[in-house]
């Protein structure tokens, strides 16, 4: 059986080095993408079990990523769980993340197990 992929966007080079770490200690396969339109274009082109998101990217915002992606023509977009990795984690940004298309959000700075346990928990879904 070949290991779960995920997609990781993230335009933080030390977040994106953190996730990395974590995920392929556990045998992950891990995609990087550093803008929301790149992150669009590796969904829509590779076959992806999971989707991590942040939320403040440098060209289109997470919100809008999760949008199109649920939106896109490639149907099974619409099933792949997309977890919000954010810093915003003000009052009603939890909505607006879940509103918006995702399944979780994790707030940073990054728990590991935390996001260990959501990774889990969606690859299980999904599979």
């Given at each position: 059986?070949?290991?779960?992929?995920?997609?990781?966007?993230?335009?933080?080079?030390?977040?994106?080095?953190?996730?990395?770490?974590?995920?392929?200690?556990?045998?992950?396969?891990?995609?990087?993408?550093?803008?929301?339109?790149?992150?669009?274009?590796?969904?829509?082109?590779?076959?992806?079990?999971?989707?991590?998101?942040?939320?403040?990217?440098?060209?289109?915002?997470?919100?809008?990523v999760a949008r199109r992606?649920?939106?896109?023509?490639?149907?099974?977009?619409?099933?792949?769980?997309?977890?919000?990795?954010?810093?915003?984690?003000?009052?009603?940004?939890?909505?607006?993340?879940?509103?918006?298309?995702?399944?979780?959000?994790?707030?940073?700075?990054?728990?590991?197990?935390?996001?260990?346990?959501?990774?889990?928990?969606?690859?299980?879904?999904?599979?």
């Amino acid at each position: 059986m070949t290991p779960p992929t995920v997609l990781y966007i993230e335009d933080h080079p030390d977040n994106m080095t953190l996730v990395r770490r974590i995920l392929q200690s556990e045998n992950y396969t891990l995609i990087e993408a550093r803008t929301g339109l790149q992150g669009i274009f590796f969904a829509e082109n590779e076959e992806i079990d999971l989707i991590l998101l942040d939320i403040n990217l440098p060209d289109i915002d997470g919100y809008e990523v999760a949008r199109r992606l649920r939106a896109s023509k490639k149907t099974r977009l619409a099933e792949i769980p997309i977890i919000a990795v954010t810093a915003n984690a003000m009052r009603g940004d939890d909505q607006k993340i879940l509103d918006s298309g995702c399944n979780f959000y994790i707030a940073k700075p990054i728990n590991i197990q935390e996001l260990l346990d959501k990774v889990e928990v969606s690859i299980q879904k999904e599979t």
